[in-house]
């Protein structure tokens, strides 16, 4: 777990027993606004962590439950919008508006492509996925540096999650243009250029998606608490299956991960940050099909804004 404490300090907690115990809390540097704080776990267990509140970044790679460094990765911009493909090649922002492709989380760049901003999302093939701005995305193969998908239909300006399914449908979450648009979540099946369908029933500003082995997704909505809240949705479909109210707050930093995560048992990890300097915020889990929490951690969270599972 990602935590922004007052400072502005940011930690990494790490917990087994899906939060039932603590293991550990990692420095891991300051934040002073901006996308300056990268945050990701690998399907291993390695965790990924890094904040900079200015150049000459570094991201740290840890063995399982942060327990000892794997190496470190050095560059001049700070490391943010982490993601990984199924070889551990690691995608960050090197530069503004610039992702570059780490060979296997090493020192070695191997490809870097213009025109991004946040957010990113890898399918189980390695297809990149990124927000060019300017209502676009676009999707990348795996080595290739032109798209071979491009998306202008149903796109906004502010898309704030994208997430690949097992089927390869991409989902772009739109904020919406203004107060008074509530956003919506388009979907793409693999290569179209306009979406099979616009989800918007239960939609409230969605800033977070995640999608399970099964395919059913999951939007966090931050319509504004209390009224924060997580809807569920089956493969093809457009209303909710399942609405979590019940400990959701949500919380998001730019850049710096998901709060939203699901292991390998289908339980739902929310991140909820603080609303008051009285509270610290937890992260609050859910069982597959339940809406209210099975369990709330609050040992040692600081305000945390992202989520991630390890084996």
Known sequence: MLNQESGPQVTVTTYSGGGASLLRSINVGTYNGGYQV????????????SAAPQRDAVLTIYTNRGAKIVRTLYQTHPFSVLMLDGTSNLYTFCAAARVCEYAKAKQRIIRRL???????????????????????LRVFAPGHSQPYWQITSGVNSSVDALAFDPSGNLYAANRGVNQGDPGSVAVYAPGDSSPSRIITGGIVHPMALAV???????????????????????PGGSEPIRT????????????????????????LYVANAAVAQKNAGSVTVYPPGGTSPIRTVTQSVQNPVAVGIGP
Do not use: H
């Open 38 to 49: 990268g945050f990701a776990v690998d399907p291993s267990g390695r965790l990924y962590a």
């Open 114 to 136: 213009p025109k991004a901003n946040p957010p990113l999302a890898v399918d189980a093939s390695g297809d990149l996925a990124l927000f060019e701005g300017q209502d676009s």
């Open 212 to 234: 399970d082995g099964a395919g059913n997704l999951y939007a966090l909505n931050m319509g504004g608490a209390p009224s924060n809240s997580v809807t569920v949705y089956a």
């Open 244 to 267: 979590i109210t019940d400990g959701v707050v949500g919380s998001g930093m730019p850049g710096a991960g998901s709060p939203l995560a699901l292991d390998a048992s289908g339980d």
